[in-house]
């Protein structure tokens, strides 16, 4: 009896050994930490999901954490952040106000470990195991939305195409939008970009920007928005100027409550959905393993340049939407 609880002590060990090093989101990181989120403005449906999330998973952790808001404000989080490593906090997870700030981010944290979201930095300031970007890889969300536009419109030799992009300043802006066009453009079909524009994430002006394109009298087969809320308001255009959006195909990215419901009620076509939920866990798995001086290189996600985790996106459309209803 008692070698027989001899071995099975031995295989709980071993296996809790592997579940440790294994590539798995669904554990938490080991060890404390005092977490610093500095993030920038409140008002954007994914970013305030995130960083609810965040804080979610760190209470659920038991992780001291505190949210300092800087606005739009660069120099603000720059400030926010030198104090951090005075008021005792270990690791500092950061949506970057301006992603072309992460280098003084990185000199204010003074050594601290940074976990970047939401807005990708320049990579020459990611390094592995010090500073890493946690989010989802913004090209397979523009090459799932154009690949949803060629299945839909697989008739048509050529096709009118209407984007609505996010904050010129944004890194998902650009890698989205060129995923779209790479595989659009690689379809053999005639692409013809009839509007572009920066909506800046807004479904107003979204909804203004389709209102204004509808007067000049040109055709448009699809609409491509970098995320849910200008896919909504470019719908909401669509029903002001008397256009049933059941019969152009519009992508959003986010699968945001408002988005699926969009979907559901037929007006959205397809989104996909970037998780909140796991990039927040995500986020706060790897602070936690920075600030407690482990690697991350066998975490889940885990590019191999050892300074990008990625949290997979989803496609959702009316077949599957019932399933991300919030």
């Known amino acids: 009896m008692k070698k027989k609880l001899s071995i099975l002590l031995c295989i709980v060990m071993i296996a809790s050994l592997f579940a440790g090093c294994g590539k798995s989101n669904g554990s938490t990181a080991s060890g404390s930490a005092n977490i610093l989120i500095a993030t920038s403005s409140e008002g954007d449906a994914f970013r305030d999901s995130l960083i609810s999330a965040i804080e979610s998973s760190c209470d659920k952790q038991g992780i001291s954490h505190d949210t300092e808001y800087a606005g739009e404000s660069a120099e603000k989080q720059v400030e926010i952040v030198k104090s951090a490593k005075e008021k005792g906090y270990t690791a500092i997870i950061c949506r970057l106000v301006d992603s ?160 699926c419901q969009y979907v559901k009620d037929g007006k959205m076509g397809f989104t996909v959905c970037q998780s909140a939920v796991n990039q927040g866990a995500a986020a706060v798995d790897v602070a936690v393993m920075l600030a407690n001086g482990k690697s991350i290189k066998d975490y889940s996600g885990v590019a191999d340049n050892g300074y990008m985790v990625w949290v997979d996106f989803e496609k959702v459309d009316a077949s599957n939407v019932d399933s991300y209803m919030k």
């Open 100 to 259: 072309d700030t992460a280098l003084q981010i990185e000199r204010a944290a003074d050594g601290l470990p940074i976990v970047f979201v939401n807005a990708l930095p320049d990579e020459l300031y990611l390094k592995a195991d010090q500073y890493v970007y946690v989010a989802s890889d913004d090209q397979v969300a523009g090459e799932y939305q154009a690949e949803y536009v060629l299945d839909k419109l697989s008739q048509k030799d050529e096709i009118n195409v209407m984007i609505l992009k996010g904050e010129k300043s944004h890194s998902a802006t650009k890698s989205r939008t060129d995923a779209v066009k790479n595989t659009l453009n690689a379809s053999g079909k005639k692409i013809n970009y009839v509007f572009e524009d920066y909506a800046d994430w807004s479904t107003d002006l979204a909804k203004e920007y389709f209102e204004i394109f509808n007067s000049t009298g040109r055709s448009v087969d699809c609409v491509i928005c970098n995320n849910d809320s200008m896919a909504i308001g470019a719908i909401d255009g669509m029903e002001e100027c008397g256009i049933d959006p059941a019969t152009v195909p519009v992508c959003g990215i986010d699968a945001t409550t408002d988005g």
